[in-house]
């Protein structure tokens, strides 16, 4: 199975500040179809996860432009550039190249 | 728009079955693929498995393999996913997915199912 990796698992961030996350898979995330299929979710508290970037670095609809993804290979990122109030909860990256499907441990957003 | 309605709260003795339902409106059915996942108390997700609501092709985990079914009923546009043999640490919500070629865009509201004698 591939393993993804996240860091921090915690990060207190100021409002309006940026904040940054880290995700490595064990294994290369580019599939046979030249597609790599690494995605972040975001999950509020008390809520289902939703979906914000998909193959790396496309913005869901609807999704702030605030957040952006980037990566490739083995090594993603996830960066809020202004980090608002609606931005806490965990974050987590998941990949979809290979079953199973794998997601990251997770990282928690919170306001200092 | 794009629903994704799942069945409510179950409590199951040790040993029991659960089956979950996830009822879809707002797109057509038999296009997609659902995925099943669950998330324990505190933790990360974790997949169960997929099927593809158009010809009912199906993949598991082998975490899960043998204990974990995942069906379709077309005319009621709904998934199931029935899980057997339960045990304490299956206690989860479990949520729905549907895959589109941009990701997983719709997520059921989840079902809690708590294993306990």
């Known amino acids: 199975d591939i393993v993804m990796t996240q860091t921090p698992l915690s990060s207190p961030v100021t409002l309006g500040q940026p904040a940054s996350i880290s995700c490595r898979s064990s294994?290369?995330?580019?599939?046979?179809?030249?597609?790599?299929?690494l995605s972040w979710l975001q999950q509020r508290p008390g809520q289902p996860p939703r979906l914000l970037i998909y193959?790396?670095?496309n913005r869901f609809s609807g999704v702030p432009d605030r957040f952006s993804g980037s990566g490739a290979g083995t090594d993603f990122t996830l960066k809020i550039s202004r980090v608002e109030a609606e931005d806490v909860g965990v974050y987590y990256c998941?990949?979809?190249?290979?079953?199973?499907?794998?997601f990251g441990q997770g990282t928690k957003v919170e306001i200092k | 728009q794009v629903q994704l309605v799942q069945s409510g709260a179950e409590v199951k003795e040790p040993g029991a079955s659960v089956k979950v339902s996830c009822k879809a409106s707002?797109?057509?059915?038999?296009?997609?693929?659902m995925h099943w996942v669950r998330q324990a108390p505190g933790q990360s997700l974790q997949w169960l498995g997929w099927?593809?609501?158009?010809?009912?092709?199906?993949k598991y985990s082998q975490r899960f393999q043998g204990r974990v079914t995942i069906t379709r009923d077309t005319p009621a546009s709904t998934v199931y996913m029935e899980l057997t043999s339960l045990r304490s640490d299956d206690t989860a919500v479990y949520y729905c997915?549907?895959?589109?070629?941009?990701?997983?865009?719709?997520w059921g509201q989840g079902s809690l199912v708590t294993v306990s004698s």
């Open positions: 997915a549907r895959a589109t070629i941009s990701g997983w865009e719709n």
């Open positions: 707002g797109y057509t059915f038999s296009n997609y693929a």
């Open positions: 099927i593809h609501a158009g010809n009912g092709i199906t």
């Open positions: 294994q290369s995330l580019v599939h046979s179809d030249g597609n790599t299929y």
């Open positions: 193959k790396v670095s």
């Open positions: 998941m990949q979809a190249t290979q079953f199973p499907v794998t």
